[in-house]
């Protein structure tokens, strides 16, 4: 049997990402310069042997997902499927607010003076939840343990799915948020993190016991190498 290896990838930058608003399970297409990214993201993974591919249901993701398999050079056979359960937290009444507004808000719920504060303390995930349960006032967000058990399930059956069928490697396109919780429920030293960029690659291998491992988080290096060649393929 081969390793079981996802390789999990924060979707292309879109219209919402560049106007830095909250953006959950609200939409928006990638931008020009977003589908760049992937393009080049395409072009690095082109090679890796993919034996499936699972993408959140968010058209963003989505639309990812297909930018990367129209690059593959298997892409056309590789099995695709959506899965709502690894798309991103949602944000209720915050939705489409900048994120500045958000996570002003926030902090301010959670008692502390600032966004730089709550950061100081390594807030957890759960307050998190708690507070945007707090603060949307339309009654739309989850709770902190909805979000752990669709996250946590969606990708343990991915896993268990592609483990049954022999391993490999799957690709998957999910959101900022959800791939950093999902590290933390993985490793609780992972700390809540905003940082994991447009196209990066985050590899999770998943053992014969159930368990899954960090390997890498949030790299760019397969974007890097597309371009690469890319430039040669312009030469």
């Keep these: 049997m ?9 979707h292309g930058k879109t219209m919402f990402n560049a106007l830095q608003r909250a953006q ?6 990638l931008t020009e310069k977003g589908a760049e990214m992937i393009h080049y993201l395409g072009l690095g993974l082109k090679e890796t042997d993919f034996v499936e ?19 593959h050079k298997t892409g056309s056979k590789i099995s695709y499927s959506v899965d709502n359960r690894i798309r991103e937290w949602c944000w209720g009444s915050l939705e489409g607010g900048y994120d ?5 808000v926030l902090p301010r719920i959670l008692n502390f003076k600032d966004s730089a504060e709550m950061w100081e303390t390594n807030i957890s995930f759960k307050k998190i939840a708690e507070a945007v349960k ?15 058990t669709r996250v946590l399930s969606g990708f343990e059956d991915i896993a268990h799915r592609i483990q049954k069928k022999g391993g490999g490697k799957a690709i998957i396109v999910s ?3 959800t791939i950093a919780f999902l590290l933390n429920l993985i490793d609780e030293t992972q ?3 905003v940082d994991l960029q447009n196209g990066s690659v985050t590899r999770i291998s998943y053992d014969e016991n159930g368990n899954f491992n960090i390997e890498e988080v949030g790299s760019t290096n397969f974007i890097e190498e597309g371009k690469k060649i890319s430039k040669n393929l312009l030469a």
């Design 24 to 29: 959950g399970w609200c939409d928006t297409p």
């Design 134 to 148: 707090d603060a949307d006032t339309a009654n739309w967000a989850e709770d902190f343990e909805t979000i752990k």
């Design 2 to 10: 081969e390793k079981v290896e996802l390789y999990v990838i924060r």
């Design 175 to 177: 959101h900022g948020f």
């Design 100 to 104: 500045s507004e958000m996570w002003g």
């Design 53 to 71: 591919a699972v993408s959140s249901d968010s058209g963003r993701a989505i639309e990812t997902m297909r930018i990367i398999l129209g690059e």
């Design 191 to 193: 700390p809540v993190r």
